[in-house]
């Protein structure tokens, strides 16, 4: 259950009883607000507070103009603009405030993107529920031949099944020990700062985490894409259709511009510029390292 009956109770709470205010609101993201989006089998990613939407990109890019803006664009056509040629500073005038819910592995990738402000649940003070990642047979994988960081072709058979087992039972036996050193019947129980330590890194933790929306689309451009971690990969997934709906504009922009876009070295658009003059360019002849090449190659398709 991704939300605690307490969670639950505290939402219908919130949404049954709406304030209202005189700030710009953006209608697709009033319709996220406090809703959970699950992901993966415990976690989930929910909004609880955002500021701005695409006319406050438009807003403060215009500001910035000052008596220089000869005229009007209207705002689609700014922000692509914008996101085009690289302006960071109006998608800053977003942000967003998420709830979320993770196992700790993706947790200590995801605080790598060190440009938000997080607050996490807290094992010195409360005890970890007894939640953890066991991923789907479809989601195990052995290590890679090519790619120290990826993942080859999948487990099956048996092979599957006693990593699967063993898995479940070591984060098991781990959480009764924790459960075991904290107890406090009959004895004082080892502090949990210290019992915590125990614990397997497929355990759940939880964070707010408060991000602008030019840092968010740099997480959303590394983590969404094909090649990241399928485990934190869902995750910025499920944070894509909240801001697609949150900033229609800006979001089109970004698929355009980064999502679904290609970076060329300079060499590779000498050799693009060569091969469309019709001349026969090699891995040999390119200027390039083999690895520049193939990643050349994959992205002419």
């Not at 949404?15 to 996220?32: N, Y």
């Not at 008596?67 to 009007?72: A, E, N």
Request: proline residues 4%; contains cysteine.
């Amino acid at each position: 259950m991704p939300l605690s009956p307490e969670a639950r109770s505290e939402i219908e709470d919130l949404r049954a009883d709406p304030q209202p205010t005189l700030r710009a609101v953006a209608p697709g993201m009033e319709k996220h607000l406090y809703t959970a989006i699950p992901v993966l089998d415990h976690g989930f990613v929910r909004v609880i507070d955002y500021m701005g939407d695409d006319a406050a990109i438009c807003q403060a890019a215009r500001v910035s103009y000052g008596r220089g803006t000869k005229s009007v664009q209207n705002d689609e056509g700014l922000i692509r603009y914008l996101m085009r040629h690289w302006h960071s500073t109006p998608f800053e005038m977003c942000e967003v405030k998420l709830h979320v819910k993770l196992p700790v592995f993706v947790a200590r990738q995801w605080i790598r993107h060190r440009t938000a402000n997080v607050n996490e649940y807290s094992a010195r003070y409360s005890i970890l529920d007894r939640e953890f990642y066991i991923p789907h047979e479809d989601a195990l994988n052995a290590q890679s031949v090519v790619n120290n960081q990826g993942r080859g072709e999948l487990l099956t058979g048996e092979e599957a099944a006693r990593v699967l087992d063993w898995l479940k039972t070591d984060s098991m036996r781990a959480y009764d020990h924790y459960e075991a050193m904290i107890s406090q019947e009959g004895q004082q129980g080892l502090a949990r700062e210290l019992a915590r330590m125990n614990l397997p890194a497929n355990i759940y933790t939880q964070w707010y985490w408060k991000v602008d929306l030019h840092n968010l689309f740099h997480f959303l451009r590394l983590r969404a894409d094909a090649h990241a971690q399928y485990e934190i990969r869902v995750y910025a997934d499920a944070i894509c259709q909240v801001v697609a709906d949150w900033v229609p504009y800006a979001y089109r922009a970004f698929e355009d511009y980064r999502l679904g876009a290609v970076t060329m070295s300079a060499q590779m658009m000498d050799c693009v510029r060569r091969m469309l003059k019709g001349e026969a360019v090699t891995e040999e002849n390119c200027g390039m390292s083999k690895r520049e090449w193939r990643e050349l190659m994959g992205s002419l398709g």
